[in-house]
Protein backbone atom coordinates (compact mmCIF):
# COMPACT_ATOMS: atom_id res chain seq x y z
CA UNK A 1 0.00 0.00 0.00
CA UNK A 2 1.97 3.14 -1.08
CA UNK A 3 2.42 5.29 1.27
CA UNK A 4 -0.29 8.67 1.51
CA UNK A 5 1.29 12.17 1.15
CA UNK A 6 -1.04 14.71 2.95
CA UNK A 7 -1.23 18.17 1.19
CA UNK A 8 0.61 19.36 4.38
CA UNK A 9 3.65 17.01 4.02
CA UNK A 10 3.56 17.88 0.02
CA UNK A 11 3.79 21.66 0.96
CA UNK A 12 6.69 20.64 3.85
CA UNK A 13 8.84 18.54 0.95
CA UNK A 14 8.36 21.99 -1.61
CA UNK A 15 9.32 24.09 1.32
CA UNK A 16 12.40 22.00 2.04
CA UNK A 17 13.31 21.82 -1.24
CA UNK A 18 13.88 24.67 -3.27
CA UNK A 19 12.31 27.16 -0.32
CA UNK A 20 9.86 27.60 -3.09
CA UNK A 21 7.20 27.62 -0.38
CA UNK A 22 8.19 29.69 2.65
CA UNK A 23 6.42 29.04 6.07
CA UNK A 24 3.88 32.10 5.88
CA UNK A 25 3.12 30.41 2.42
CA UNK A 26 2.78 27.19 3.59
CA UNK A 27 0.20 28.22 6.23
CA UNK A 28 -1.67 30.45 3.81
CA UNK A 29 -2.26 27.32 1.64
CA UNK A 30 -3.15 25.28 4.31
CA UNK A 31 -5.62 27.47 5.85
CA UNK A 32 -7.11 27.79 2.29
CA UNK A 33 -7.35 24.52 1.82
CA UNK A 34 -9.02 23.65 5.36
CA UNK A 35 -11.73 26.42 4.56
CA UNK A 36 -12.16 24.55 1.43
CA UNK A 37 -13.03 21.52 3.51
CA UNK A 38 -15.53 23.73 5.33
CA UNK A 39 -16.92 25.21 2.11
CA UNK A 40 -17.41 20.90 0.86
CA UNK A 41 -19.01 20.01 4.19
CA UNK A 42 -21.43 22.92 3.90
CA UNK A 43 -22.16 22.41 -0.17
CA UNK A 44 -22.16 19.12 0.68
CA UNK A 45 -25.13 19.17 3.28
CA UNK A 46 -27.17 21.65 0.90
CA UNK A 47 -31.04 21.45 1.54
CA UNK A 48 -30.50 19.48 4.56
CA UNK A 49 -28.59 22.59 6.00
CA UNK A 50 -31.12 25.00 4.77
CA UNK A 51 -27.97 26.90 2.61
CA UNK A 52 -30.00 26.43 -1.12
CA UNK A 53 -31.55 28.94 -3.08
CA UNK A 54 -31.30 33.11 -2.59
CA UNK A 55 -29.67 35.26 -0.34
CA UNK A 56 -31.78 38.49 -1.34
CA UNK A 57 -28.86 40.30 -1.97
CA UNK A 58 -26.57 41.25 -5.14
CA UNK A 59 -22.73 41.32 -5.36
CA UNK A 60 -20.41 43.80 -6.57
CA UNK A 61 -21.08 42.42 -10.10
CA UNK A 62 -24.83 43.02 -10.15
CA UNK A 63 -25.28 38.58 -9.52
CA UNK A 64 -27.89 37.82 -7.32
CA UNK A 65 -25.89 36.17 -4.62
CA UNK A 66 -26.79 32.56 -3.66
CA UNK A 67 -26.81 32.13 0.32
CA UNK A 68 -23.76 29.23 0.04
CA UNK A 69 -22.04 32.48 -1.88
CA UNK A 70 -22.05 34.09 1.04
CA UNK A 71 -21.68 31.17 3.40
CA UNK A 72 -18.04 30.36 1.14
CA UNK A 73 -16.94 33.83 1.58
CA UNK A 74 -17.54 34.29 5.02
CA UNK A 75 -15.49 30.86 5.50
CA UNK A 76 -12.46 32.18 3.71
CA UNK A 77 -12.41 35.57 5.33
CA UNK A 78 -12.65 34.25 8.98
CA UNK A 79 -10.05 31.18 8.73
CA UNK A 80 -7.69 33.51 6.90
CA UNK A 81 -7.70 36.95 8.65
CA UNK A 82 -6.42 35.97 12.31
CA UNK A 83 -3.00 33.68 10.88
CA UNK A 84 -0.24 36.80 10.29
CA UNK A 85 0.57 35.77 6.63
CA UNK A 86 -2.17 37.85 5.15
CA UNK A 87 -2.30 42.08 4.38
CA UNK A 88 -5.57 41.94 2.44
CA UNK A 89 -8.22 39.84 0.62
CA UNK A 90 -10.20 40.55 -1.96
CA UNK A 91 -13.48 38.58 -3.50
CA UNK A 92 -15.80 38.62 -6.10
CA UNK A 93 -18.40 38.60 -3.39
CA UNK A 94 -16.99 42.01 -2.35
CA UNK A 95 -16.96 45.41 -4.11
CA UNK A 96 -13.74 47.00 -1.69
CA UNK A 97 -10.46 44.87 -0.81
CA UNK A 98 -10.94 43.45 2.96
CA UNK A 99 -7.87 44.78 5.35
CA UNK A 100 -6.89 42.14 7.93
CA UNK A 101 -8.17 43.97 10.88
CA UNK A 102 -5.60 45.90 13.14
CA UNK A 103 -6.12 43.26 15.93
CA UNK A 104 -4.47 40.53 13.89
CA UNK A 105 -0.92 40.57 12.74
CA UNK A 106 -0.33 41.38 9.13
CA UNK A 107 1.50 39.66 6.27
CA UNK A 108 3.24 39.94 3.05
CA UNK A 109 0.63 37.78 0.81
CA UNK A 110 -2.55 39.03 -0.72
CA UNK A 111 -5.76 36.43 -1.44
CA UNK A 112 -7.94 36.68 -3.78
CA UNK A 113 -10.51 34.01 -4.68
CA UNK A 114 -13.97 33.59 -6.12
CA UNK A 115 -15.44 31.39 -2.83
CA UNK A 116 -18.00 29.85 -5.18
CA UNK A 117 -17.67 29.56 -8.65
CA UNK A 118 -20.54 28.05 -10.66
CA UNK A 119 -23.59 29.06 -8.31
CA UNK A 120 -26.15 28.73 -10.69
CA UNK A 121 -25.30 25.04 -10.19
CA UNK A 122 -25.72 25.03 -6.26
CA UNK A 123 -29.86 24.02 -6.86
CA UNK A 124 -29.17 21.94 -9.35
CA UNK A 125 -26.44 19.13 -7.64
CA UNK A 126 -23.91 20.31 -10.52
CA UNK A 127 -20.11 20.61 -9.66
CA UNK A 128 -18.88 24.10 -8.37
CA UNK A 129 -15.85 25.27 -6.65
CA UNK A 130 -13.67 27.68 -4.80
CA UNK A 131 -10.69 29.23 -7.31
CA UNK A 132 -7.94 31.26 -5.50
CA UNK A 133 -5.33 33.04 -6.30
CA UNK A 134 -1.82 34.24 -4.51
CA UNK A 135 0.32 37.48 -4.85
CA UNK A 136 3.40 38.62 -2.31
CA UNK A 137 2.19 42.36 -1.57
CA UNK A 138 4.92 45.02 -3.27
CA UNK A 139 7.73 45.73 -0.97
CA UNK A 140 7.88 49.15 0.67
CA UNK A 141 4.07 50.14 0.22
CA UNK A 142 2.82 51.40 3.44
CA UNK A 143 -0.46 50.25 4.91
CA UNK A 144 -2.29 48.13 1.70
CA UNK A 145 -4.85 48.93 -0.88
CA UNK A 146 -6.58 48.02 -4.00
CA UNK A 147 -3.65 48.94 -6.00
CA UNK A 148 -1.06 46.64 -4.39
CA UNK A 149 -3.33 44.04 -6.04
CA UNK A 150 -3.59 45.47 -9.51
CA UNK A 151 -0.54 42.88 -10.52
CA UNK A 152 -0.27 40.40 -13.75
CA UNK A 153 -1.31 37.21 -13.54
CA UNK A 154 2.90 35.98 -13.98
CA UNK A 155 3.29 37.58 -10.19
CA UNK A 156 1.23 34.70 -8.50
CA UNK A 157 3.14 33.15 -6.12
CA UNK A 158 0.65 29.96 -6.12
CA UNK A 159 -3.03 29.37 -7.40
CA UNK A 160 -5.61 26.68 -7.17
CA UNK A 161 -8.74 25.68 -6.79
CA UNK A 162 -11.36 23.22 -5.07
CA UNK A 163 -13.94 21.62 -7.07
CA UNK A 164 -16.96 20.01 -4.78
CA UNK A 165 -17.66 17.74 -6.91
CA UNK A 166 -18.00 13.40 -6.47
CA UNK A 167 -14.91 13.93 -5.17
CA UNK A 168 -13.55 17.49 -3.16
CA UNK A 169 -10.97 17.43 -4.48
CA UNK A 170 -7.81 20.25 -4.84
CA UNK A 171 -5.16 21.42 -7.84
CA UNK A 172 -2.84 23.22 -6.79
CA UNK A 173 0.56 24.84 -8.18
CA UNK A 174 3.02 27.03 -6.90
CA UNK A 175 5.15 27.18 -9.96
CA UNK A 176 6.71 23.39 -9.70
CA UNK A 177 4.02 22.15 -11.78
CA UNK A 178 0.14 21.20 -11.21
CA UNK A 179 -0.32 18.84 -8.06
CA UNK A 180 -3.76 17.35 -7.38
CA UNK A 181 -5.26 16.18 -3.66
CA UNK A 182 -8.65 14.36 -3.17
CA UNK A 183 -10.39 14.88 0.14
CA UNK A 184 -10.28 11.74 2.50
CA UNK A 185 -13.34 11.69 4.27
CA UNK A 186 -12.35 9.31 6.64
CA UNK A 187 -9.03 10.95 7.67
CA UNK A 188 -10.70 14.98 7.16
CA UNK A 189 -7.39 15.39 5.12
CA UNK A 190 -6.15 16.46 1.31
CA UNK A 191 -4.44 13.76 0.17
CA UNK A 192 -2.22 14.01 -2.94
CA UNK A 193 -3.39 12.09 -6.10
CA UNK A 194 -1.66 13.39 -9.13
CA UNK A 195 1.95 15.27 -9.47
CA UNK A 196 3.11 17.06 -12.46
CA UNK A 197 -0.45 16.94 -14.48
CA UNK A 198 0.07 17.45 -18.21
CA UNK A 199 -2.28 18.27 -20.45
CA UNK A 200 -2.50 16.77 -24.06
CA UNK A 201 -1.02 19.22 -26.33
CA UNK A 202 -4.44 18.03 -29.32
CA UNK A 203 -7.96 17.75 -28.40
CA UNK A 204 -11.16 16.52 -29.89
CA UNK A 205 -13.41 18.01 -26.89
CA UNK A 206 -14.30 21.78 -26.59
CA UNK A 207 -16.43 23.88 -23.90
CA UNK A 208 -18.20 26.73 -25.04
CA UNK A 209 -21.56 28.16 -24.03
CA UNK A 210 -22.96 27.06 -27.96
CA UNK A 211 -26.16 29.73 -27.04
CA UNK A 212 -24.23 32.81 -27.44
CA UNK A 213 -22.99 31.87 -31.10
CA UNK A 214 -24.86 34.11 -32.82
CA UNK A 215 -23.00 37.36 -30.49
CA UNK A 216 -19.42 35.67 -31.93
CA UNK A 217 -16.55 37.62 -32.94
CA UNK A 218 -15.74 36.04 -36.78
CA UNK A 219 -12.57 34.32 -35.05
CA UNK A 220 -14.28 32.03 -33.15
CA UNK A 221 -17.28 31.33 -34.87
CA UNK A 222 -14.90 29.62 -37.48
CA UNK A 223 -13.21 27.75 -34.86
CA UNK A 224 -16.34 26.93 -33.54
CA UNK A 225 -17.78 25.78 -37.11
CA UNK A 226 -14.33 23.90 -37.84
CA UNK A 227 -15.37 21.71 -34.91
CA UNK A 228 -18.79 21.12 -35.59
CA UNK A 229 -17.48 20.23 -39.31
CA UNK A 230 -16.13 17.07 -38.02
CA UNK A 231 -13.86 15.18 -39.78
CA UNK A 232 -15.69 16.31 -43.17
CA UNK A 233 -14.42 20.01 -42.74
CA UNK A 234 -11.27 21.66 -42.42
CA UNK A 235 -9.93 19.41 -39.38
CA UNK A 236 -9.96 16.24 -40.95
CA UNK A 237 -11.44 15.20 -37.07
CA UNK A 238 -14.82 14.93 -35.28
CA UNK A 239 -15.02 17.17 -31.79
CA UNK A 240 -17.17 15.99 -29.10
CA UNK A 241 -18.65 19.16 -26.78
CA UNK A 242 -18.75 19.56 -22.99
CA UNK A 243 -20.03 22.99 -21.09
CA UNK A 244 -21.22 22.69 -17.37
CA UNK A 245 -20.99 26.39 -16.25
CA UNK A 246 -18.99 26.27 -13.51
CA UNK A 247 -15.10 26.80 -14.88
CA UNK A 248 -13.79 24.93 -12.23
CA UNK A 249 -15.26 22.02 -13.46
CA UNK A 250 -14.53 21.99 -17.16
CA UNK A 251 -11.03 23.18 -16.33
CA UNK A 252 -10.86 20.43 -14.24
CA UNK A 253 -11.77 18.20 -16.95
CA UNK A 254 -9.10 19.75 -19.24
CA UNK A 255 -6.35 19.53 -16.58
CA UNK A 256 -7.42 15.93 -16.38
CA UNK A 257 -7.95 14.47 -20.12
CA UNK A 258 -7.25 17.51 -22.63
CA UNK A 259 -9.60 19.91 -24.20
CA UNK A 260 -10.28 23.46 -25.01
CA UNK A 261 -12.58 26.01 -22.63
CA UNK A 262 -13.41 29.34 -24.50
CA UNK A 263 -15.71 32.44 -22.86
CA UNK A 264 -14.91 34.77 -26.16
CA UNK A 265 -16.14 38.23 -25.82
CA UNK A 266 -19.16 38.82 -27.82
CA UNK A 267 -21.55 41.35 -28.61
CA UNK A 268 -23.72 41.10 -26.27
CA UNK A 269 -22.23 43.69 -24.16
CA UNK A 270 -19.34 45.02 -26.44
CA UNK A 271 -17.93 47.74 -24.20
CA UNK A 272 -16.67 44.18 -21.77
CA UNK A 273 -14.09 41.96 -23.01
CA UNK A 274 -15.90 39.18 -21.53
CA UNK A 275 -18.11 37.77 -18.88
CA UNK A 276 -14.85 35.76 -16.14
CA UNK A 277 -13.04 38.11 -14.38
CA UNK A 278 -9.27 38.42 -14.15
CA UNK A 279 -7.92 38.82 -11.15
CA UNK A 280 -9.42 35.32 -8.84
CA UNK A 281 -10.80 33.20 -12.31
CA UNK A 282 -8.51 33.53 -15.48
CA UNK A 283 -5.05 34.11 -13.53
CA UNK A 284 -5.17 31.30 -10.83
CA UNK A 285 -6.63 29.08 -13.64
CA UNK A 286 -4.30 30.40 -16.79
CA UNK A 287 -1.23 29.77 -14.37
CA UNK A 288 -2.59 26.39 -13.98
CA UNK A 289 -3.16 25.30 -16.98
CA UNK A 290 0.55 26.97 -18.16
CA UNK A 291 2.06 24.70 -15.16
CA UNK A 292 0.36 21.54 -17.09
CA UNK A 293 1.32 22.74 -20.28
CA UNK A 294 -1.46 24.13 -21.91
CA UNK A 295 -2.15 27.75 -22.36
CA UNK A 296 -4.52 30.87 -22.04
CA UNK A 297 -5.23 33.85 -24.12
CA UNK A 298 -7.65 36.20 -24.07
CA UNK A 299 -7.95 35.16 -27.94
CA UNK A 300 -5.04 37.12 -28.86
CA UNK A 301 -2.67 38.11 -25.63
CA UNK A 302 -1.28 35.60 -23.11
CA UNK A 303 -3.36 36.56 -19.71
CA UNK A 304 -0.88 36.04 -17.23
CA UNK A 305 0.78 38.75 -18.93
CA UNK A 306 -2.31 41.58 -18.83
CA UNK A 307 -2.02 44.43 -16.51
CA UNK A 308 -5.22 44.88 -14.66
CA UNK A 309 -6.38 48.51 -14.16
CA UNK A 310 -9.73 47.24 -11.78
CA UNK A 311 -9.77 44.45 -9.26
CA UNK A 312 -12.97 43.16 -10.44
CA UNK A 313 -12.36 43.57 -14.56
CA UNK A 314 -13.23 40.68 -16.89
CA UNK A 315 -11.41 39.27 -19.60
CA UNK A 316 -12.08 36.69 -22.65
CA UNK A 317 -10.85 33.19 -21.66
CA UNK A 318 -9.41 30.79 -23.99
CA UNK A 319 -7.76 28.33 -22.37
CA UNK A 320 -6.56 24.40 -22.43
CA UNK A 321 -4.39 22.08 -25.07
CA UNK A 322 -1.76 24.26 -26.42
CA UNK A 323 -2.22 23.61 -30.37
CA UNK A 324 -5.38 24.41 -30.35
CA UNK A 325 -5.47 27.58 -28.23
CA UNK A 326 -2.57 29.17 -30.34
CA UNK A 327 -5.28 27.85 -33.75
CA UNK A 328 -7.62 30.15 -32.11
CA UNK A 329 -4.89 33.34 -31.70
CA UNK A 330 -3.99 32.24 -35.46
CA UNK A 331 -7.57 32.97 -36.50
CA UNK A 332 -7.71 36.00 -34.43
CA UNK A 333 -4.10 37.13 -36.06
CA UNK A 334 -5.33 36.10 -39.61
CA UNK A 335 -8.98 38.18 -39.21
CA UNK A 336 -6.67 41.41 -38.27
CA UNK A 337 -5.02 41.36 -41.77
P1 LIG B 1 -22.79 31.02 -18.71
C1 LIG B 1 -20.15 30.76 -13.54
O1 LIG B 1 -21.16 31.74 -13.35
C2 LIG B 1 -19.12 31.36 -14.47
O2 LIG B 1 -18.56 32.50 -13.89
C3 LIG B 1 -18.06 30.33 -14.82
O3 LIG B 1 -17.81 29.45 -13.79
C4 LIG B 1 -18.65 29.61 -16.03
O4 LIG B 1 -17.66 29.10 -16.90
C5 LIG B 1 -19.46 30.71 -16.71
O5 LIG B 1 -19.74 31.71 -15.72
C6 LIG B 1 -20.76 30.19 -17.26
O6 LIG B 1 -21.38 31.26 -17.93
O7 LIG B 1 -22.99 32.31 -19.47
O8 LIG B 1 -22.61 29.83 -19.63
O9 LIG B 1 -23.80 30.77 -17.62
Redesign the pocket.
Known amino acids: MPTKISLTRYLVEQQRVDGRIPGDLRLLLEVVARACKGISHAVTKGALAGVLGTAGSENVQG?VQKKLDIIANEVLIEANEWGGHLAAMASEEMDSIYLVPNRYPQGEYLLLF?PL????NIDVNVSIGTIFSVLKKPEGSPGVSEQDFLQAGAKQVAAGYCIYGPQTTLALTVGDGVAVFTLDADQGSFVLTQEQVRIPEDTKEFAI?M??MRHWDAPVKRYVDECLAGRDGPRGKDFNMR??????A?VHRILTRGGI?L?PWDKREPDKPG???LMY?ANPMSWLVEQAGGAATNGRERILDLKPGKLHERVAVVLGSRNEVERVTRYHLEARK
Open positions: EDDGSSNSNWVASMVDFYKLRE
